[in-house]
């Protein structure tokens, strides 16, 4: 890209009034954490494909993540999965993440592979299996202060797949009385992030089934409690979006799990599928981010962007550099829309230009930005070409196949 191209954008953008030196700058610091297991193996219900060079341990797994923080410069944590990366001491692979220019984001408790959790974890009839799943909550609040993690995400398979098959209310109530004790177990700047699932593996129901169901779990347990909307987790046709407003006016959205979906929580490389989702969700969050109110603004400001992703047929460390050029892209078009012009049509009704004010920052081409700004962090223009000219998929081909796997 010439400096021309990007001469030529700056231009367009100036007479639309859009300020692209501040632009730039968000770009700069929009930082997506990637997920431990989005470097190993895993598949479908019907197969699981191995691959060559997948890491063998959380180490390795961070030395990958560290390939998409070199080329793309935004993902400098990464989110943990227990027991999926335990290790017998977290100061050493918090020294290792630290010496590979990484941290370790979210901690993930993982109450959906035990044996004995197939009719429940934290919901489940019997007081000793509720009781084991709650002390793996509180094991995960102990690794993220080992880790200096502020956060911990929480999914719950928990659900039934039959009417009768359990009763809903004490299922709610067990939930909760776990949620109680670990929340009681936070350090003042832990937050516990909610997430919600309509259905699988559970079909008939789902113990936290949507987003007003964590909303009001995080509601009753306080503050440090908040809503993790994951963009796979919805029916189809759901207007994420909306849920996102209504989350940030409430100061309840803590974070996202970005990936797409075509059918079901399909886990495929965001911006994939339905990128202008992507870009309307982010319209959102833009929106409120100009809030007269100190407590929304704080509320975006700590949106944790996190990818949930599993890479079923695709090279491991190339989809996650294209999940985050792909967020990069749709954040870029978001902050392209004059917000002054949105307000002026709607208050003046006009649906037309209303609609027009926002769909049509979609359409600029932004890689002149995208190249401009990556050029000006010392990046490579094209980390993905980069990545692939670096010769580090060859370098951990000996590692050979068999790595780690869900
Ligand atoms: C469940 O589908 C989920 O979205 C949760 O976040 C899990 O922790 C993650 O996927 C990995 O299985
Ligand atoms: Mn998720």
Redesign the pocket.
Known sequence: MTDRAYQLFEEQQQARGIDLGAVRQQLKSLQIET?S?GYGDSGTRFKVFPKNGVPRNPFEKFDDAAQVHKYTGACKSVAI?IPWDKVDDYDKLRSHAESLNLSIGAV?P?LFQDEEYMLGSVCHTDAAIRRKATEHLLECVDIAKATGSRDI?L?FADGTNYPGQGNIRKRKAWMHEALAEMYAALTPQMRMLI?Y?TF?PAFYHTDLADWGMSFNMANKLGPQAQVLV?T??HAQGINVEHIVAYLIDEQKLGGF?FNSRKYA?D?LIVGTINPYELFLIFYQILEASQDDQGAIRDTVSNIAYMI?Q?HNIERKIPAMIRSVLNVQTQYAKALLINHDEVRAAQEAGDVLAAEDAVRKASEFDVTPLLQAVREEQGLPADPMKAYLESGYEESIAPRGKGGAS?
């Open positions: 997920p297991w999965h993930n993982n995400s999914w997430e699932k699988e994951d796979g987790h799990h929580d886990d949930d599993s869900w």
